[in-house]
């Protein structure tokens, strides 16, 4: 068997998924608990506001700093670290509050650990899943970035299901149990192939992609995308409690879970009707959408069609992210590594922004977040410009 996952592209594939369901729970797993941690250790909204940023921001760090060390250790070695760092920095966010003296440090630096796992996987697997030899890449790519919405479910429905029947009180425990997660499929990148994309390397290769117009356009995209998507995602728990007046219960299900759902459906959606539709205008009403669900969320006193915009808007950001990698792949095949580091490191500024414009807003509003949902609607109109300029750049 052993001998059989090593020849097994398709395997890697499947590691791959498992390695966004990773992911999905570095990222989602903590904001189920901001209303329980700002309870149990007394911190603001602000320094809730941090810790997403703090997260978002490493992950964006080890972004910048991947393209230099990755192709050097290899993707293999990587891979497992990224997996192995996760499942440490899940467990400290169990332990390590109750442990440092000061308990939001404790987790700032349980944050900081399990980000850099997070972030080493948003440079490795897309590249390790292009590399694989498949067919119809885009529709792979958005199936592979699906994974991450199925994941960003399963968290949240076996969370809640948890606090209902062990209790909330309780979610150290369950802290242990997702880190189960990247432990297993570390075991299991350790048996398949794990091929590596080729690229121009060096200062070369990076050169001539700053040198690259398309290549910037793909860093607005990736910035807008990942601003848009966490803005909501990462709020949406809190949002429904404290915002919308709904129990924590109902909150998390009607809030980030149908969020999260939505945005799995997108990107199934595309994976099946990739042939049939073309990428970039799925985008540009992908982002009318995702405007029109800011602007519900944020203007709307009924908490029904406060929940529905957060839905929507699940939806609506499902093929940014993996659009703009399919695009960037498309136009600058040489790109390799580096690409793929540089536009995930864009990415994850957004991922922090997005959120922390939110936060920031809704702190200087009186904790109001619908008002800091109303600033952020700039993200997804940004990315509807850039859009609407490229499909204009290649038409003449």
């Known amino acids: ?162 606090f209902v029947t062990v209790g909330i009180e309780h979610w150290k425990l369950l802290a242990v149990v997702w880190a189960l997660i990247p432990i ?62 709904v129990s924590k219960t109902i909150g998390d299900l009607a809030g980030p879970l149908t969020f999260a759902l939505l945005m799995g459906s997108s990107r199934l959606f595309y994976a099946k009707c990739s042939e049939k539709i073309k990428l970039e205008k799925y985008m540009i009403f992908s982002t009318l959408l995702c405007i029109a669900s800011y602007l519900l969320i944020s203007l709307t006193d009924s908490s029904l069609l406060g929940l529905f915009g957060c839905a929507v808007c699940g939806f609506s950001v499902g093929v940014m992210w993996p659009g703009t990698f399919s695009i960037a792949a498309k136009i600058m095949k040489s790109g390799g590594t580096a690409m793929f580091a540089f536009l995930a490191l864009a990415g994850d500024l957004g991922c922090a922004s997005g959120p922390g414009v939110v936060g920031w807003v809704a702190e200087r509003a009186n904790g109001n977040l619908k008002t800091g949902m109303l600033v952020a609607v700039l993200f997804p109109i940004v990315l509807l410009i850039g859009l609407l300029f490229a499909g204009r750049q290649k038409q003449e």
């Open 1 to 162: 068997m052993r001998q059989t996952l090593r020849n097994n592209h398709q395997h890697t594939v499947y590691a791959c998924f498992i390695g966004y369901v990773v992911q999905a729970v570095v990222n989602n797993f903590a904001p189920l608990l901001f209303v329980m941690l700002s309870r149990q250790y007394h911190i603001s909204v602000e320094q809730i506001s941090i810790l997403i940023s703090v997260n978002f921001g490493v992950q964006l760090l080890v972004d910048f700093l991947s393209s230099g060390f990755v192709d050097r250790i290899g993707y293999k070695k990587s891979v497992l670290l990224a997996h192995f760092l996760a499942a440490t920095g899940l467990i400290a966010f169990a332990f390590f509050p109750g442990i440092f003296s000061n308990s939001f440090a404790g987790l700032l630096a349980a944050v900081s650990i399990y980000a850099v796992g997070g972030g080493l996987l948003e440079v490795l697997i897309s590249p390790i899943v292009e590399a694989c030899p498949t067919e119809r890449k885009e529709a792979v790519m958005s199936l592979l970035h699906s994974f991450y919405c199925w994941g960003h479910a399963g968290v949240i429905v076996l969370s809640t299901l948890f």
């Open 184 to 245: 297993f499929n570390m075991v299991y990148f350790f048996l398949v192939p794990v091929p590596s994309l080729k690229g121009e390397e060096g200062l070369r290769g990076v050169g001539n992609l700053f040198k690259n117009p398309s290549f910037w356009l793909m860093i607005v995209f990736m910035l807008c995308a990942g601003a848009s998507e966490q803005g909501v995602s990462q709020w949406a728990s809190a949002f429904a409690e404290e915002g919308l007046g």
